[in-house]
Nanobody, 121 residues
C-alpha cells in the first residue's frame, strides 16, 4: 500500500507563486516517475509536469517557463514550483507516483487526493 499526500494549494492572485509538495510513503522497492496533473471543472485530467528518478523532466506547453518540477529521492517527495500564475491555471492538482514492489515487477500508479489551486484577484 502506497500513500501519496499533497500539500501547498490555495488562493493566489494572478502573477503570484505557489509551491506544491507531494510525499510518497508505504511499501515499495522503488519510486519511478513522479508527476503533477491538473483537472479544471468540466475538463479532463491532464499532465502538468513529470520527472523521472534520474531527473529528466517533461512539461505541458502551457506551463513551460513558468513551472518547475523537482524531486528529493531521499524523501520520496516531488515539488512543483508555480510562478507567474494565471487564472487559467485554476484547477485541482493531483500528484501521480509510479512505484515498483520489486526490481523486476510491474509498475503501480498511485494518486494523491488532490489539492485546489485557485488563481483569482
Amino acid at each position: 500500500q502506497v500513500q501519496v499526500v499533497e500539500s501547498g494549494g490555495g488562493l493566489v492572485q494572478p502573477g503570484g507563486s505557489l509551491r506544491l509538495s507531494c510525499a510518497a510513503s508505504g511499501r515499495f522497492f522503488s519510486v519511478n516517475t513522479m508527476g503533477w496533473y491538473c483537472q479544471a471543472p468540466g475538463k479532463q485530467r491532464e499532465l502538468v509536469a513529470a520527472i523521472t528518478s534520474g531527473g529528466s523532466t517533461n512539461y505541458a506547453e502551457s506551463v513551460k517557463g513558468r513551472f518547475t518540477i523537482s524531486r528529493d529521492n531521499a524523501k520520496n517527495t516531488v515539488y512543483l514550483y508555480m510562478n507567474s500564475l494565471k487564472p487559467e491555471d485554476t484547477a485541482v492538482y493531483y500528484c501521480n507516483v509510479k512505484t515498483k514492489l520489486t526490481a523486476w515487477g510491474r509498475e503501480y500508479v498511485n494518486w494523491g487526493q488532490g489539492t485546489q489551486v485557485t488563481v483569482s484577484s
